[in-house]
């Protein structure tokens, strides 16, 4: 495996961000996006080895398409800036459950798990969960190993303590999250670092009593539809 070819390659389309280059590049991208996928499903079945329900998750299901949509969006650049994949049992990239995501860009690279903008009923009860079960919650993310790795969370959040949550909790902070979701960062030589994708696989070891504390409250929330 030689997740370089990645990274060379998104290197070279951020400061050529055009059709005429990549069309005239793609057999670099072929490569690229073969190397990707031969990763996501190397990452699939080291995962499932600890978290069973990635067994039978396939890597079509949770890679994401370089191209851009920009029907809507001020910046009109055809193609992202990354190679991303989610892998999560119930629909890959489109599963509502916790998942593990690994992010290769030369802009800003990571891993990352948990949630990310769940649907507003499922957020309330995420919510519930880390209230009513915050020595759990704590336990978790307070991990030694935890916090060296993930030391982030996409930080969007509400200003106040949403209805329904004294505002006095000692921990309100936690529930004022839109997202669920640590992320932990690498630097961009990391991607030619021989065996990093062992390293990924470490952190997603880590991950998994997040994941599955939070994919509890989600699959509650599912059998109830």
């Known amino acids: 495996m ?21 069309n005239n590049h793609r057999s670099e991208f072929e490569k690229a996006k073969a190397e990707h996928e031969e990763l ?4 699939i079945n080291q995962i499932s080895l600890f978290d ?22 001020p ?11 989610y892998i999560a049992s119930g629909g890959g990239r489109k599963s509502e459950r916790a998942g593990y995501y690994v992010h290769i860009s030369p802009v800003e690279s990571f891993v990352s798990g948990g949630i ?3 649907q507003p009923h499922v957020l309330k009860a995420l919510r519930e969960a880390v209230y009513h079960n915050i020595d759990e ?11 060296k790795y993930f030391t982030e969370f996409f930080s969007e959040s509400l200003k106040t303590v949403p209805r329904g ?3 006095d909790f000692e921990h309100a902070d936690l529930l004022k999250c839109r997202h669920y979701a640590p992320a932990s960062p690498v630097e961009n030589d990391f991607w030619k670092t021989p065996g990093c994708e062992k390293e990924i696989v470490k952190r997603f070891k880590i991950l998994y009593p997040f994941n599955r504390f939070m994919n509890f409250t989600v699959d509650e929330c599912l059998s109830e539809r």
């Not at 070819?5 to 400061?15: A, G, P, S, T």
């Not at 069973?52 to 969006?73: A, H, P």
């Not at 910046?75 to 994949?85: E, I, R």
Request: with cysteine; proline share 4%; net charge positive.
């Open 52 to 73: 069973e329900n990635i067994k039978g998750v396939e890597s079509k299901d949770c890679v994401f398409r370089i191209y851009r949509d920009t029907r809507f969006s």
């Open 165 to 167: 949550f004294p505002k």
């Open 75 to 85: 910046d009109k650049t055809p193609y992202k800036d990354h190679m991303g994949a």
């Open 116 to 118: 990310y903008s769940p």
């Open 137 to 147: 919650y704590l336990g978790i993310v307070n991990q030694k190993e935890f916090k």
């Open 40 to 43: 996501v499903n190397y990452l």
């Open 2 to 22: 030689n997740i370089g070819i990645i990274y060379d390659f998104l290197k070279k389309l951020v400061v050529n961000n055009n059709r005429e280059w990549f």
